[in-house]
């Protein structure tokens, strides 16, 4: 399970189970014929970042009211399901005892609604309440830990990790009930939330053309200036450079990137990544070194993405060729080789991924 910036200190930010998605977009300001231009806006958010670039004409809203509605978003998902904040409404969720049931934000329930529904088509392996067994391994909030949990203290875990603890009350719909101590985080998804919430309100703006990137998680809309598309390059996670190996037009489409090749820690020589698999409540270890996924929204990619991270580069593969999902995967092909080189890397990419994107095999 990826682990976003909300449980990371500012300093990891973009490289705590995400690999950033370069945008291959213009930085500065064009300005084409008809008056059009590219402006853009952004600042922090979630330990990380956020910008959105968008296509500005004489009819268009000034940029500081954009930016102040859409920071306005970002400090409510804020309130609402930070971690970091005692204040927040997880928080308070968190710290309640079992058998409680509070009502929370429309947000906090959109987001378990979602991750229930993945880890039910995912026989569990996408889960929002790992917080405890991210914390044992040195991933949470509180950060690194001396050594790696004894399987006895995964075991003493399972109590309280599950989302079987977890139910929305069948009263009201805006409650939400724990049978047990359990913790939920919404993590992994709530960056991909973040961006479909921008995207929404950008469209209620009038704003048809624009680029939301918020941790790396990204949407596209529409076209630039000059006709063309914004482009994204998909990166191999090569150690000392940033190598494109695949670059996508993106119209309409979401799009996230998990990894799990920055943020782990060695004991005795052994790697330990933060992606953990909610059935052994300990990290993966397999070959996959990132999967990118695009799809209509960008919570449903950023959920994907990591699901398909837990799954690995065979039984991940697999899932998304049958949920018929537009996935690239970039696999560590040979352990003899550094990290820095790219050979380090093979990549395989679904039907759905060509068929979605002919054009873009082998671009540069």
Known sequence: MTVSSWTTSAADAGNAGRLRLACIALAALLTACDGETVQSFGGPTMGSAYRVQYVA???????????????????????????????????????APAGT??????????????????????????????????????FGPRGQVAERPSPDALDSLRGI???????????????????????IEFNSIAAGYAVDRIV???????????LVDVTGELHADGRKPDGSAWRIALEAPISNARVAERIVRLEGLGVSTSGNYRNYFEENGVRYSHTLDPRTLAPVTHKLASVSVIAKTALEADGLSTLLMVLGPERGYDFAVEHKLAAFFVIKADPGVDEGDARAFAVRSTPEFEKQFPSVKGST
């Open 161 to 183: 990790v599950g989302m079987a603890h977890v139910r929305l009350s069948p009263d009201d719909p805006q409650t939400l009930c724990k049978d047990a101590a359990t913790n």
């Open 101 to 138: 049931c509070l009502s929370m934000p429309a947000s906090a329930v959109d987001l378990f609604k979602y991750a229930r529904t993945l880890n039910r088509d995912s026989d569990g392996a996408f889960d929002v309440t790992l917080l405890p067994a991210l914390s044992a391994w040195g």
């Open 57 to 95: 004409d004489g009819k268009s809203p000034p940029p500081e009211r954009l930016q102040a509605g859409v920071r306005g978003i970002l400090d409510e998902l804020d309130r609402a399901v930070s971690t970091y904040r005692a204040d927040s409404d997880v928080a308070r969720f968190n710290a």
């Open 200 to 210: 929404a309100y950008l469209r209620a703006q009038g704003v048809s053309s624009f």
